[in-house]
């Protein structure tokens, strides 16, 4: 797996911290979330009558949710409840759409979580390849590792730990909270800033989604886009790679096989 530098002047030199995004980044127990979001939400517009197609409406929706995606998932849901308002609808509460939307997701990803669970189905296959190993070389070379996802806190507690990784992230793990205000990937990467006073140059972080890398850019720090294939593991999804280079990724990568050279660019 080859890595792609997109920015030459990416940061370099003595990295401390290194955050992570959860699904699609390290975990692939909810891979295709966005084909039950998705579609959910167009159902929910198609009822607005607005005279749209099904596909304008599907394009619409494919925009907003993966320019928000890396926030948390009431985001999402509240973008979705103004898209019905505009439309002339009466939206329901953006709270009601996120539990309409984590039941249709649970039919697949219960079921991946309890085979791993009991042991039908070995974690590594539910995860980035190599993502174990690039988290214990980060974490002997003396970084803190925290991760931060839009993922509700619980679950990403439980998943984090039936993939048993929850080892190298100690108690720095952050996800969605019931008052959403409390959390975002920009107060956590504050946080570390504030607590560990670790410039942001010498943080790293990792994601596939625009919220992360955005985040990490505006501190000065190294900013790796998982262009992560989540269907084959392997390869680059070339949608991700597009999204994140806009967002600003200094590298791109599919996974975590290319972590020899990757740590070597970083200075390792």
Request: hydrophobic share 40%; charged share 25%; glycine share 10%.
């Amino acid at each position: 797996m080859s890595i792609e530098i997109i920015n030459r002047d990416f940061p370099r030199g003595e990295f401390r911290a290194a955050v992570f995004d959860f699904d699609g980044t390290l975990s692939l127990l909810r891979r295709n979330w966005q084909d039950v979001m998705i579609p959910m939400m167009v159902e929910i517009l198609l009822e607005t009558n607005s005279g749209e197609s099904r596909d304008q409406l599907h394009a619409v929706v494919e925009e907003f949710v993966m320019r928000l995606n890396g926030r948390q998932t009431i985001y999402q849901m509240m973008q979705l409840a103004e898209e019905v308002r505009q439309r002339g609808g009466e939206p329901r509460e953006p709270l009601a759409y996120k539990h309409q939307y984590h039941e249709r997701l649970w039919q697949q990803v219960g079921d991946r979580v309890a085979s791993v669970r009991d042991g039908r189905v070995p974690p590594e296959q539910l995860t980035v390849p190599d993502a174990e190993n690039l988290l214990k070389r980060l974490s002997q070379a003396g970084l803190d590792l925290y991760l931060a996802s839009g993922t509700d806190l619980v679950y990403v507690r439980d998943e984090l730990s039936v993939l048993k990784l929850d080892s190298y992230f100690g108690p720095h793990v952050y996800g969605a909270l019931d008052d959403y205000k409390k959390f975002s990937k920009a107060m956590i990467i504050e946080q570390i800033i504030r607590d560990t006073h670790v410039p942001g140059s010498s943080i790293v972080g990792f994601g596939d989604g625009f919220v992360e890398i955005e985040e990490i850019k505006k501190v000065g720090g190294l900013a790796i886009g998982v262009a992560s294939n989540e269907e084959t593991r392997e390869g680059i999804n070339a949608w991700k790679r597009n999204r994140l280079i806009q967002a600003g990724a200094d590298i791109i990568i599919g996974d975590y096989g290319c972590q020899d050279e990757l740590l070597g660019l970083m200075g390792f």
